[in-house]
């Protein structure tokens, strides 16, 4: 197949990539490389990526529609996976027009590219916010009319519009809600980056809240190989990708002080109003439509997150954390 893959050089999007074009599939990859969190890291991806046959890469964003267009015109794609966007639940609020003109107007682009030049299969990228405080474990079945910040509630619209899109259009939507995603080369601006490098550099981790706050950590590869998964024709599922197993933040920093040797300094914040008190993601649905499960351990993951900080500490560290 040859799939366009949105936000390429992202941290979903790159392994995504990867995957796709080590599997055979030829893939356009297109990001428009913004300052969300620091672009060093996004370049550092795309080199990676150079060395993978298969790939064409082309800086556009999505919100600009004539663009998008323009970079598939001549290579028809089979499919899309949507993984630009801008993301984080914090950062929303001081700037919730960017996460909107991205999550929102940027997919209903995609979606009318899907419908003009008759793309069959969209896969979208969907987030556990949505759930907020619900009743755990969160299924997909469960009310999310109540999104806690303005990256949800994008995400929500998002969602809203790819199901018009497929009652209308007949258009197979795979949406993926994803579970705090972490692993090597991962977002600054979330907490396994930070806490890495917060400790390997013996500088106090800004914790929000006492640390009892429970997150269902997922592995890079196990996202990615179920986002893969997602390309099948399914009609239109939404579908939990989590590691279904909740552990609290304190649990992962005792972790990260035994890999890296050397205990944490805490600065302990007020919790944040918007962050959900836990995260936990029934995977029955996946297993089911998708035979998927998660196969990376905690322990393991983390290790993998560490062994990459330390080989790329020089520059690594010098990575903006953002807010």
Not at 76 to 94: E, F, H, K, T
Not at 203 to 227: M, W
Request: hydrophobic content about 40%.
């Amino acid at each position: 197949m040859r799939i366009l893959v949105t936000g390429c050089a992202g941290f979903i999007g790159s392994k995504v990539t990867e995957i796709l074009a080590r599997g055979g599939h030829e893939v356009i990859g297109v990001d428009n490389v913004n300052d969300a969190y620091d672009p060093r890291l996004k370049r550092w991806r795309l080199d990676q990526l150079r060395a993978v046959q298969g790939l064409t890469f082309r800086e556009v964003d999505i919100t600009h529609r004539a663009a998008l267009h323009d970079a598939v015109r001549r290579q028809p794609v089979q499919a899309v996976i949507n993984l630009a966007a801008r993301a984080g639940v914090r950062a929303s609020l001081d700037n919730p027009g960017v996460y909107y003109e991205t999550n929102v107007a940027g997919t209903l682009n995609l979606l009318e590219l899907c419908r003009m030049q008759r793309i069959p299969k969209l896969v979208l990228a969907s987030t556990s916010s949505l759930y907020g405080n619900g009743e755990r474990p969160f299924r997909e079945d469960q009310p999310t009319d109540c999104p806690l910040s303005p990256y949800a509630a994008s995400k929500k619209a998002a969602e809203v519009l790819a199901w018009t899109y497929h009652h209308l259009f007949a258009l197979d939507v795979s949406v993926l809600r994803y579970f705090t995603v972490y692993g090597p080369a991962g977002r600054p601006d979330m907490s396994i980056f930070r806490f890495i490098r917060w400790i390997a550099d013996g500088t106090p981790i800004v914790l929000f809240g006492d640390g009892s706050q429970e997150r269902d950590f997922t592995y890079i590869d196990d996202i990615a190989r179920g986002t893969v998964e997602a390309l099948r024709p399914l009609g239109y599922e939404v579908i939990n990708l989590g590691s279904d197993r909740p552990v609290p933040v304190s649990d992962v920093i005792a972790l990260l002080e035994e890999q890296l040797g050397r205990a944490a300094r805490i600065d302990r914040r007020p919790a944040h109003p918007a962050d959900a008190v836990a995260t936990w993601a029934d995977i029955a649905k996946a297993r089911r439509l998708l035979g998927w499960a998660p196969e990376t351990p905690l322990a393991d993951g983390l290790r993998a997150a560490v062994g990459w900080y330390r080989q790329n500490r020089d520059w690594a560290c010098r990575i903006d954390l953002g807010s």
